[in-house]
Each structure stands twice: as C-alpha cells, then as structure tokens.
C-alpha cells in the first residue's frame, strides 16, 4: 500500500471510525501511545557552581489521532510543548522511534538560572504493546540528557502529579 494512501487513510479517517485497533501494525504503522508517562530526566546541565541535579521526576502527555500528536512534558519546575512531531517506523531495519520539536518554559520564579528554550528528543518505542520511551534530548542551550518513561494512565494528566517528587536536588 503506498504511503500517500496510508497517510489518507490515517489523516482523513470520519470522526467514529473505529478501525484504527484493527487497523493497527497493518496499516497503521505507528503504535498508539495515548495517555500519561511517567520517568525521569538526567541531564548534563549545570547550575551556577558548576553542580549537576539528580534524576529528575517527569511525566509527558500524550495525545494522538489519525493525524495529529501532541507532547507535553512537566516536571515540577517547566512545562514544555511539542510543535513540531513524527513517527520513525521501519519494521526492516527494526526501527519504531517518537521524535518531536518543543519549546521548554521553566516557572516564572526559576527564570533566573532557567531560561525558556527549544529543544529536540527521540524516543525509542518499546515492547510490542509499548511499555516503555526510552530516549535522549538536545538543547539550543547546548545541554543533553536522557529521559526514560513507562506507562501511567491513559488519562492525560493536566499537571505534574503529587505522587512524584524530587529525590535530592543535586549529585555529588
């Protein structure tokens, strides 16, 4: 089946269609990964003297249709959104990856030491169904990190929940 066909398929499916279970992994090559994640960000950022913080707590939302997803990624210090986002699937060369565009806002409070930003992430997509996003990030800031999240709740959770907190705030 060709790619424009697929892509038509996917985009311009009437409201109710509800094939895209059945239509999943066979014509719909990319998995569904609505809902809420939860994991932690390790980063190589540093603070003014020069410390780097432990893992830190976060969940990232995710909403998706037949042609639309959208990311959005809190901790208890930003909140990011994605606006630029896309599957890389090829089931040959056993590549099933999330890589999206966003735009980083800390608090107001912490806009001293961090500063609004843009940045990239690719996820690795794994499990068959998906348990787990395991991937890495890079900053117009010049900073990276890692990020791993595993499923939470198919509810998109609308702030950074209680339950996950800060373990320490810088390492050793």
């Known amino acids: 089946m ?10 311009y499916s009437p409201p109710g269609f509800g094939a895209r279970k059945q239509l999943q992994g066979w ?21 003014a003297e020069g410390r780097t913080p432990c893992p830190i707590a976060t969940i990232l939302t995710i909403k998706q249709s037949f042609g639309r997803i959208s990311c959005v990624m809190r901790t208890e210090e930003m909140v990011s959104y994605s606006y630029l986002e896309g599957f890389c699937i090829d089931k040959d060369a056993q ?39 395991e991937g890495e990030y890079w900053t117009q ?21 209680s339950d996950l907190t800060l373990r320490c705030w810088y390492n050793s």
């Open 141 to 161: 800031r010049q900073t990276t990190g890692a990020v791993t999240l595993t499923f939470r709740t198919k509810e998109l959770e609308e702030e950074f929940p």
């Open 27 to 47: 014509l719909i090559p990319f998995p569904d990964l609505n809902g809420t994640w939860q994991g932690h960000i390790r980063t190589n950022w540093k603070d």
């Open 2 to 11: 060709s790619l424009l066909r697929t892509v038509w398929l996917t985009s």
């Open 95 to 133: 590549i099933r990856q999330l890589c999206y565009s966003y735009t980083s806002r800390p608090k107001t409070s912490l806009r001293e030491r961090s500063t609004p930003h843009d940045c990239t992430i690719l996820f690795n997509i794994i499990g068959k169904p998906v348990c787990k996003l």
